[in-house]
């Protein structure tokens, strides 16, 4: 049997983002219908990551590729779910689990958020254009810097005044991110979310827009765009070439 693909999401008490992530892989069966795709979550929405194993061991699979849907290399990615498949390893020895690497910064993610931007009503050539790349943000300085890094790579291609990134739940703030892109000379500001999904982080952000530029646009989630269906699934072909996935396949 082609090893199942098992998308393993963040999850939220807001419901829009379980569906967001549904469309997401909904997006990605209909890429490859002869895919065995399942979604799960590693918390507060369901079906969990454990449930989402355990039936795939108890259709008799004997491996399987695992693809978090993280932008960021963070606890999730790096303790939690490598910590859930070892106990899945654990329950399950005939099942050969693979996780593959987060979505990270990829260059087709960076892509599918200027479609984003370009899709609220901007044009790649308007010098007027300001871009609040809007973020989770970290407690480490390191993973800042990595998404700030987004930035440049964002405004490249295009005649955008700037690009500027803001954290949810750090400094810089929307209100520094704006201030900035206006000083630049940026009269319409456009907030893009690098968020697969939305909900309460992205609220906070829009309601700190609201406050202090009320007239800006508001881009999607980069949600279930061909461009992450193509990362999604060049992560599973990777996992598939793996030595111990190969020799199960």
Request: net charge negative.
């Amino acid at each position: 049997m082609t090893p199942p693909l098992i998308l393993v999401a963040h999850g939220s008490r807001d419901p829009r983002s379980a569906r967001a992530m549904a469309a997401a892989a909904a997006a990605i069966r209909g890429a490859r219908p002869d895919l065995d795709v399942r979604l799960c979550f590693l918390d507060l929405s369901a079906p969990s990551v454990d449930q989402v194993i355990d039936t795939v061991a108890a259709e008799g699979h004997s491996s399987a590729v695992v693809v978090p849907l993280l932008l960021g290399s963070a606890f999730h990615a790096r303790v939690d779910l490598p910590g859930l498949l070892a106990a899945a390893r654990s329950r399950h020895p005939g099942l050969d689990l693979v996780q593959t690497d987060v979505l990270g910064d990829d260059d087709r993610l960076i892509s599918a958020v200027r479609d984003r931007v370009a899709a609220a009503g901007v044009t790649m050539d308007d010098p007027g254009v300001g871009v609040v790349l809007a973020a989770v943000g970290s407690s480490r300085a390191d993973a800042n810097a990595r998404t700030t890094a987004i930035a440049p790579r964002l405004l490249a291609g295009t005649a955008w005044s700037g690009v500027e990134v803001c954290f949810a739940t750090t400094e810089p703030t929307v209100s520094q991110a704006v201030s900035r892109l206006r000083a630049d000379g940026a009269r319409q500001i456009v907030i893009a979310p690098w968020f697969l999904a939305p909900g309460l982080l992205t609220d906070r952000i829009d309601a700190a827009a609201d406050e202090v530029a009320p007239g800006a646009l508001r881009a999607d989630v980069i949600g279930d765009h061909a461009l992450l269906v193509e990362v999604v699934l060049d992560r599973y072909r990777a996992g598939i070439g793996s030595a111990t996935i190969a020799r199960a396949a």
